[in-house]
Nanobody, 122 residues
């Protein structure tokens, strides 16, 4: 199994910045893609940003130019640097791993963290 623990959420004024972190733990050999999703009240969960093991990234149009996703493969950690935050960025941010290879060569897929709240005040 994989455990994902997010940190870094909080309350910030519009125009401010936050940095989210997510650490994956378990008997992991390698991780494919790591990503951040968010869910605002009354809305569906949506992709914010995603990064593959090789470093390729994709972003939601609404965050391009403001958010940057990065990862440290040695630490099984993914980060989300969020700048110029807007009230519409408010929501619970979830870390996701699409699939992993464990040290025993077994494969596991689709893991989620418990979420961290980001609130942007106007």
């Amino acid at each position: 199994q994989v455990q994902l623990v997010e940190s870094g959420g909080g309350l910030v004024q519009a125009g401010g910045s936050l940095r989210l972190s997510c650490v994956a733990s378990g008997n992991i050999f390698s991780i494919n893609a790591m990503g951040w999703y968010r869910q605002a009240p009354g809305k569906q969960r949506e992709l914010v940003a995603r990064i593959k093991s090789g470093g390729s990234t994709n972003y939601a149009d609404s965050v391009k130019g403001r958010f940057t996703i990065s990862r440290d493969n040695a630490k099984n950690t993914v980060y989300l640097q969020m700048n110029v935050l807007k009230p519409e960025d408010t929501g619970v941010y979830y870390c996701n791993v699409d699939w992993v290879i464990f040290s025993d060569h077994k494969i596991g897929n689709d893991y989620w963290g418990q979420g961290t709240q980001v609130t942007v005040s106007s």
